[in-house]
Protein backbone atom coordinates (compact mmCIF):
# COMPACT_ATOMS: atom_id res chain seq x y z
CA UNK A 1 0.00 0.00 0.00
CA UNK A 2 1.05 3.42 -0.85
CA UNK A 3 -0.18 6.85 1.32
CA UNK A 4 1.05 10.45 0.44
CA UNK A 5 2.13 11.78 3.85
CA UNK A 6 2.56 15.91 3.51
CA UNK A 7 3.66 15.54 -0.16
CA UNK A 8 5.42 12.39 0.15
CA UNK A 9 5.16 9.19 -0.81
CA UNK A 10 5.16 6.20 1.78
CA UNK A 11 5.05 2.32 1.40
CA UNK A 12 3.17 0.21 4.09
CA UNK A 13 3.22 -3.51 3.96
CA UNK A 14 0.16 -3.63 5.78
CA UNK A 15 -2.25 -1.24 6.40
CA UNK A 16 -1.88 1.91 8.28
CA UNK A 17 -4.52 4.16 10.39
CA UNK A 18 -4.55 7.95 10.11
CA UNK A 19 -3.14 7.94 13.59
CA UNK A 20 -0.12 5.87 12.58
CA UNK A 21 0.48 8.29 9.60
CA UNK A 22 0.32 11.12 11.98
CA UNK A 23 2.99 9.35 14.18
CA UNK A 24 5.53 9.15 11.07
CA UNK A 25 5.90 12.56 11.39
CA UNK A 26 5.48 13.98 15.13
CA UNK A 27 4.03 12.74 18.71
CA UNK A 28 2.91 15.92 19.65
CA UNK A 29 -0.37 15.35 21.67
CA UNK A 30 -1.63 19.19 20.63
CA UNK A 31 -1.27 22.03 18.15
CA UNK A 32 -2.16 19.29 15.32
CA UNK A 33 -4.24 18.99 12.47
CA UNK A 34 -4.93 16.18 9.78
CA UNK A 35 -6.75 15.64 6.55
CA UNK A 36 -7.34 12.89 4.52
CA UNK A 37 -8.12 14.06 0.75
CA UNK A 38 -8.88 17.64 1.75
CA UNK A 39 -11.46 16.66 4.40
CA UNK A 40 -10.42 17.28 7.93
CA UNK A 41 -10.64 14.32 10.52
CA UNK A 42 -11.13 14.98 13.98
CA UNK A 43 -8.28 13.61 16.44
CA UNK A 44 -10.62 11.76 18.34
CA UNK A 45 -11.00 9.51 15.19
CA UNK A 46 -7.45 9.11 14.04
CA UNK A 47 -6.99 5.88 15.23
CA UNK A 48 -10.35 4.49 13.93
CA UNK A 49 -9.57 5.37 10.30
CA UNK A 50 -7.87 3.30 8.08
CA UNK A 51 -5.72 4.76 4.93
CA UNK A 52 -6.28 3.17 1.70
CA UNK A 53 -4.19 2.92 -1.74
CA UNK A 54 -3.80 6.26 -2.32
CA UNK A 55 -5.01 8.38 0.18
CA UNK A 56 -2.94 12.04 0.21
CA UNK A 57 -2.58 13.09 3.92
CA UNK A 58 -1.94 16.61 5.36
CA UNK A 59 -0.62 16.93 8.83
CA UNK A 60 -0.61 20.78 9.80
CA UNK A 61 1.12 22.54 12.94
CA UNK A 62 1.13 26.43 13.42
CA UNK A 63 4.11 27.74 12.71
CA UNK A 64 5.79 31.14 12.71
CA UNK A 65 3.91 33.62 10.40
CA UNK A 66 1.33 36.78 9.56
CA UNK B 1 -8.47 54.20 31.54
CA UNK B 2 -10.69 51.26 31.01
CA UNK B 3 -10.85 51.10 27.11
CA UNK B 4 -11.02 47.35 26.27
CA UNK B 5 -10.95 46.27 22.56
CA UNK B 6 -14.02 44.15 22.18
CA UNK B 7 -14.13 41.54 19.51
CA UNK B 8 -17.37 39.27 19.02
CA UNK B 9 -17.90 40.00 22.68
CA UNK B 10 -14.46 38.86 24.10
CA UNK B 11 -12.72 42.26 25.99
CA UNK B 12 -8.75 42.72 25.27
CA UNK B 13 -6.81 45.35 27.21
CA UNK B 14 -3.82 45.93 24.14
CA UNK B 15 -5.10 47.05 20.70
CA UNK B 16 -1.75 45.88 19.32
CA UNK B 17 -2.45 42.42 17.42
CA UNK B 18 0.99 40.50 16.74
CA UNK B 19 2.15 38.87 13.87
CA UNK B 20 4.86 36.21 14.54
CA UNK B 21 6.11 35.83 11.06
CA UNK B 22 9.99 37.33 10.20
CA UNK B 23 11.48 37.22 13.44
CA UNK B 24 15.30 35.91 13.07
CA UNK B 25 14.75 33.14 16.09
CA UNK B 26 12.18 32.26 19.02
CA UNK B 27 14.00 33.97 21.76
CA UNK B 28 14.04 37.18 19.36
CA UNK B 29 10.51 36.78 18.89
CA UNK B 30 9.44 36.02 22.87
CA UNK B 31 11.22 39.31 23.82
CA UNK B 32 9.24 41.70 20.96
CA UNK B 33 6.16 39.54 22.00
CA UNK B 34 6.38 40.95 25.52
CA UNK B 35 7.63 44.23 24.87
CA UNK B 36 4.49 44.71 22.92
CA UNK B 37 2.01 43.95 25.66
CA UNK B 38 -0.34 42.17 22.78
CA UNK B 39 -2.64 39.37 23.75
CA UNK B 40 -3.76 38.02 20.58
CA UNK B 41 -0.55 37.09 18.28
CA UNK B 42 -1.46 34.94 14.55
CA UNK B 43 -0.06 31.89 13.79
CA UNK B 44 0.06 30.29 10.33
CA UNK B 45 -1.00 26.66 9.50
CA UNK B 46 2.00 24.68 7.84
CA UNK B 47 2.99 21.29 7.04
CA UNK B 48 4.15 19.46 10.20
CA UNK B 49 8.48 19.60 10.07
CA UNK B 50 9.70 16.40 11.48
CA UNK B 51 13.17 18.43 12.12
CA UNK B 52 11.42 21.87 13.50
CA UNK B 53 13.23 23.07 17.00
CA UNK B 54 11.04 24.47 19.20
CA UNK B 55 7.50 25.75 18.66
CA UNK B 56 5.72 28.98 18.72
CA UNK B 57 2.67 27.59 20.09
CA UNK B 58 4.29 26.74 23.28
CA UNK B 59 5.80 30.43 23.11
CA UNK B 60 2.47 31.82 23.03
CA UNK B 61 1.26 29.43 25.78
CA UNK B 62 4.05 30.43 28.19
CA UNK B 63 3.09 33.95 27.84
CA UNK B 64 -0.45 33.55 28.65
CA UNK B 65 -1.58 35.55 24.61
CA UNK B 66 -4.34 33.92 22.68
CA UNK B 67 -3.23 32.26 19.32
CA UNK B 68 -4.80 33.87 15.95
CA UNK B 69 -4.37 31.20 13.44
CA UNK B 70 -4.34 33.13 9.82
CA UNK B 71 -5.23 31.19 6.06
CA UNK B 72 -1.87 32.69 4.76
CA UNK B 73 -0.97 31.32 1.52
CA UNK B 74 -4.34 30.41 0.31
CA UNK B 75 -5.21 31.88 -3.00
CA UNK B 76 -8.66 30.39 -3.32
CA UNK B 77 -11.87 30.36 -0.82
CA UNK B 78 -11.94 26.58 -1.15
CA UNK B 79 -8.19 26.40 0.10
CA UNK B 80 -8.81 28.44 3.03
CA UNK B 81 -11.81 27.19 4.34
CA UNK B 82 -9.87 23.97 4.73
CA UNK B 83 -7.14 25.59 6.18
CA UNK B 84 -9.71 27.57 8.88
CA UNK B 85 -10.72 23.94 9.20
CA UNK B 86 -7.27 22.51 10.28
CA UNK B 87 -6.67 25.49 12.52
CA UNK B 88 -9.93 25.01 14.38
CA UNK B 89 -9.12 21.70 14.72
CA UNK B 90 -5.06 21.82 15.44
CA UNK B 91 -6.00 24.96 17.97
CA UNK B 92 -9.18 24.78 19.36
CA UNK B 93 -9.95 27.86 18.05
CA UNK B 94 -12.61 29.18 16.00
CA UNK B 95 -11.25 32.18 15.78
CA UNK B 96 -9.27 32.82 12.09
CA UNK B 97 -7.42 35.55 10.37
CA UNK B 98 -9.19 35.40 6.98
CA UNK B 99 -6.55 35.82 4.51
CA UNK B 100 -6.94 35.11 0.51
CA UNK B 101 -4.23 36.09 -1.66
CA UNK B 102 -4.72 37.21 -5.37
CA UNK B 103 -0.99 37.06 -5.91
CA UNK B 104 2.58 36.48 -4.75
CA UNK B 105 4.09 39.66 -6.18
CA UNK B 106 1.43 42.17 -4.18
CA UNK B 107 0.21 39.58 -1.40
CA UNK B 108 -3.42 41.87 -1.86
CA UNK B 109 -6.39 40.20 -1.05
CA UNK B 110 -8.78 38.65 -3.22
CA UNK B 111 -12.13 40.15 -3.11
CA UNK B 112 -14.56 37.95 -4.40
CA UNK B 113 -12.50 34.85 -3.09
CA UNK B 114 -12.20 36.73 0.21
CA UNK B 115 -16.07 37.16 0.34
CA UNK B 116 -16.82 33.53 -0.69
CA UNK B 117 -14.88 32.20 1.94
CA UNK B 118 -16.19 34.64 4.75
CA UNK B 119 -19.65 33.59 4.34
CA UNK B 120 -18.48 30.00 4.27
CA UNK B 121 -16.93 30.35 7.83
CA UNK B 122 -19.29 32.41 9.21
CA UNK B 123 -22.03 29.46 8.07
CA UNK B 124 -19.70 26.73 9.86
CA UNK B 125 -19.24 28.78 13.32
CA UNK B 126 -15.95 30.25 12.53
CA UNK B 127 -15.38 34.02 14.04
CA UNK B 128 -13.54 35.28 11.07
CA UNK B 129 -11.42 38.42 10.73
CA UNK B 130 -11.03 39.09 7.33
CA UNK B 131 -7.48 41.27 5.97
CA UNK B 132 -9.44 42.66 3.24
CA UNK B 133 -8.09 45.85 0.68
CA UNK B 134 -8.89 49.51 1.78
CA UNK B 135 -12.34 49.19 0.39
CA UNK B 136 -14.88 50.73 1.70
CA UNK B 137 -17.48 48.89 -0.55
CA UNK B 138 -16.13 45.12 0.37
CA UNK B 139 -15.10 45.48 4.34
CA UNK B 140 -19.47 46.60 4.40
CA UNK B 141 -19.99 43.27 2.08
CA UNK B 142 -17.65 41.13 4.58
CA UNK B 143 -19.48 42.77 7.80
CA UNK B 144 -22.88 42.07 6.00
CA UNK B 145 -21.33 38.71 5.70
CA UNK B 146 -21.10 38.15 9.64
CA UNK B 147 -17.72 39.09 9.91
CA UNK B 148 -16.39 40.13 13.76
CA UNK B 149 -14.57 42.53 12.33
CA UNK B 150 -12.73 43.90 8.95
CA UNK B 151 -9.06 44.42 8.64
CA UNK B 152 -8.36 46.75 6.06
CA UNK B 153 -4.69 47.32 4.64
CA UNK B 154 -2.37 49.93 5.05
CA UNK B 155 -0.09 49.09 1.91
CA UNK B 156 1.17 45.61 0.68
CA UNK B 157 2.04 42.85 2.88
CA UNK B 158 6.10 43.95 4.55
CA UNK B 159 5.90 46.61 2.20
CA UNK B 160 6.39 49.27 5.20
CA UNK B 161 4.81 52.05 3.26
CA UNK B 162 2.59 53.05 5.89
CA UNK B 163 -1.18 54.30 5.11
CA UNK B 164 -1.30 55.04 1.27
CA UNK B 165 -4.93 55.71 1.37
CA UNK B 166 -6.47 57.64 4.96
CA UNK B 167 -9.46 58.82 3.15
CA UNK B 168 -10.56 55.03 3.11
CA UNK B 169 -9.62 54.02 6.26
CA UNK B 170 -11.48 56.59 7.86
CA UNK B 171 -14.41 56.05 4.98
CA UNK B 172 -14.42 52.31 6.56
CA UNK B 173 -13.93 53.63 10.30
CA UNK B 174 -17.03 56.16 9.71
CA UNK B 175 -19.67 53.32 8.28
CA UNK B 176 -18.28 50.11 10.16
CA UNK B 177 -20.21 48.07 13.26
CA UNK B 178 -17.63 46.31 13.68
CA UNK B 179 -14.16 46.73 15.29
CA UNK B 180 -11.43 48.18 12.03
CA UNK B 181 -8.34 46.83 12.72
CA UNK B 182 -5.61 48.06 10.55
CA UNK B 183 -3.70 45.06 9.20
CA UNK B 184 -0.44 45.45 6.79
CA UNK B 185 1.84 48.23 5.76
CA UNK B 186 2.70 49.74 9.29
CA UNK B 187 6.52 50.45 8.48
CA UNK B 188 7.28 52.35 11.91
CA UNK B 189 5.64 54.11 15.19
CA UNK B 190 3.70 56.65 13.24
CA UNK B 191 2.10 54.47 11.31
CA UNK B 192 0.58 52.79 13.78
CA UNK B 193 -0.30 55.93 15.79
CA UNK B 194 -1.98 57.13 12.63
CA UNK B 195 -3.80 54.28 12.11
CA UNK B 196 -5.30 54.78 15.80
CA UNK B 197 -5.94 58.86 15.31
CA UNK B 198 -8.14 57.65 12.42
CA UNK B 199 -10.34 55.27 14.04
CA UNK B 200 -9.45 51.82 14.16
CA UNK B 201 -10.18 49.62 17.14
CA UNK B 202 -6.40 48.02 16.90
CA UNK B 203 -3.17 47.55 14.71
CA UNK B 204 -2.43 43.90 13.56
CA UNK B 205 1.36 44.05 12.43
CA UNK B 206 4.68 41.87 12.33
CA UNK B 207 7.06 42.90 9.81
CA UNK B 208 7.67 46.11 11.15
CA UNK B 209 9.20 44.84 14.43
CA UNK B 210 10.44 41.25 13.34
CA UNK B 211 12.55 43.02 10.90
CA UNK B 212 13.61 45.56 13.17
CA UNK B 213 17.24 46.20 13.68
CA UNK B 214 16.37 45.95 17.58
CA UNK B 215 12.63 43.34 17.58
CA UNK B 216 12.09 44.39 21.34
CA UNK B 217 12.64 47.91 21.01
CA UNK B 218 10.40 48.08 18.23
CA UNK B 219 7.75 46.34 19.89
CA UNK B 220 7.73 48.84 22.80
CA UNK B 221 7.35 51.56 20.13
CA UNK B 222 4.16 49.94 18.58
CA UNK B 223 2.68 49.75 22.33
CA UNK B 224 3.54 53.26 23.06
CA UNK B 225 2.05 54.64 19.43
CA UNK B 226 -1.00 52.48 19.45
CA UNK B 227 -1.99 53.68 23.01
CA UNK B 228 -1.12 57.37 22.13
CA UNK B 229 -2.55 57.25 19.11
CA UNK B 230 -5.91 55.40 20.99
CA UNK B 231 -5.90 58.45 22.93
CA UNK B 232 -5.49 60.83 20.50
CA UNK B 233 -8.26 59.88 18.66
CA UNK B 234 -10.61 59.67 22.14
CA UNK B 235 -9.22 63.34 23.02
CA UNK B 236 -10.45 64.78 19.53
CA UNK B 237 -7.86 66.76 17.33
CA UNK B 238 -8.09 70.46 17.20
CA UNK B 239 -9.43 71.48 13.62
CA UNK B 240 -6.46 72.46 11.48
CA UNK B 241 -6.31 75.94 10.45
CA UNK B 242 -4.98 78.09 7.75
CA UNK B 243 -3.86 80.71 10.01
CA UNK B 244 -1.90 81.38 13.33
CA UNK B 245 -4.23 81.14 16.54
CA UNK B 246 -1.84 82.91 19.40
CA UNK B 247 -1.55 80.32 22.39
CA UNK B 248 -0.58 83.29 24.53
CA UNK B 249 -3.22 85.98 25.75
CA UNK B 250 -2.64 89.19 23.15
CA UNK B 251 -3.14 91.83 25.88
CA UNK B 252 -1.91 92.44 29.66
Redesign the interface.
Known sequence: MEVVI??KPHRAAAAISLAQAVAL??D?K??????VN?D?V??TVWEATPLSDGDEV????????? | MDDPLLIAGDAFSSRLIMGTGGAPSLDVLDRALAASGTELTTVAMRRVDPAAAGSVLGLLADRGIRVLPNTAGCFTAVEAVRVARLAREALGTAWVKLEVIADERTLLPDPIELLTAAEQLVADGFTVLPYTNDDPVLARRLEQAGCAAVMPLGSPIGSGLGIRNPHNIELIVESAGVPVILDAGIGTASDAATAMELGCSAVLLATSVTRARSPELMAEAMRLAVGAGRLAFLAGRVPRRRLALASSPPVG
Open positions: NGLTATGVAAAGVRREVLTAVQGG
